[in-house]
């Protein structure tokens, strides 16, 4: 039996000629996956595979977006690591796209446009990560950095270095930022602890902690919101 791929099928069933006819939106997921993916296997075409991989993540591209090259190669038959590549940049550039200059479009105007600009690189990580975006008196962003990588429940904070990227950023404000990869958006004792020390030690060199921002998937829990930076 021959390989199955896009240049085999019916005119009408090939993603890419069917994009350029009737444009992007027309395509299904599926289909936009197998353009990526570029073929199938012996007993599949690429749609058929893609239609597999989206069942197993219940057609959810953010569960998709989670997955590693390593867990889509031994997880799919047909993916080998070239496909793997191919699927993770995709959804990388997608996730990007979102928070592509939103700090020089509109500059950061609330907790939404924060988790925003950080939604992208917090969202899909199995560990977590501290973040600080450092902000100068205009709202704008002056730089996004990442201060400690942790385990799956907790990450160390360096006060002192979050305070020396504020120093050498002549940033007036903080925003923190941090993950749980459980997608349980209750802050921790330490959590709470960390604000409150950070908040203490960055206003006695005159800049501000604007808001800690904790993001679990697709949604996110801001202490400012919540009136609670003033531990």
């Not at 793997?84 to 997608?94: D, F, K, P």
């Not at 060199?205 to 993001?215: E, P, Q, R, V």
Request: proline share 3%; with cysteine; hydrophobic share 40%.
């Amino acid at each position: 039996m021959n390989k199955l791929s896009i240049k085999s099928w019916a005119e009408e069933d090939r993603p890419r000629e069917k994009m350029l006819r009737k444009g992007v939106p027309a395509l299904s997921d599926a289909e936009l996956l197998a353009i990526i993916l570029g073929s199938g296997n012996i007993n599949e075409s690429a749609v058929e595979l893609s239609q597999r991989i989206l069942h197993s993540v219940d057609n959810n591209l953010n569960t998709l977006g989670k997955l590693s090259i390593k867990e889509l190669i031994s997880g799919f038959k047909g993916v080998g690591e070239a496909k793997a590549v191919s699927v993770v940049a995709a959804l990388e550039l997608g996730k990007r796209r979102n928070s592509a200059d939103i700090s020089q479009r509109t500059g950061i105007r609330s907790s939404k446009d924060a988790f925003l600009l950080m939604h992208p690189v917090l969202c899909d990580l199995p560990h977590e990560e501290l973040w600080i975006a450092l902000m100068n008196r205009a709202g704008k962003v002056i730089e996004k950095t990442k201060i400690s990588r942790g385990g799956t429940a907790e990450t160390s904070a360096d006060i002192r270095l979050i305070l020396k990227a504020a120093i050498n950023g002549l940033a007036s404000g903080i925003i923190l930022f941090h993950n749980h990869p459980s997608g349980n958006l209750t802050p921790s004792v330490q959590d709470d602890l960390l604000t409150k020390r950070l908040r203490e030690s960055a206003k006695m060199m005159d800049i501000s902690l604007l808001d800690h921002i904790i993001i679990a998937d697709n949604s996110y829990y801001s202490y400012a919101d919540e009136d609670r930076l003033s531990l």
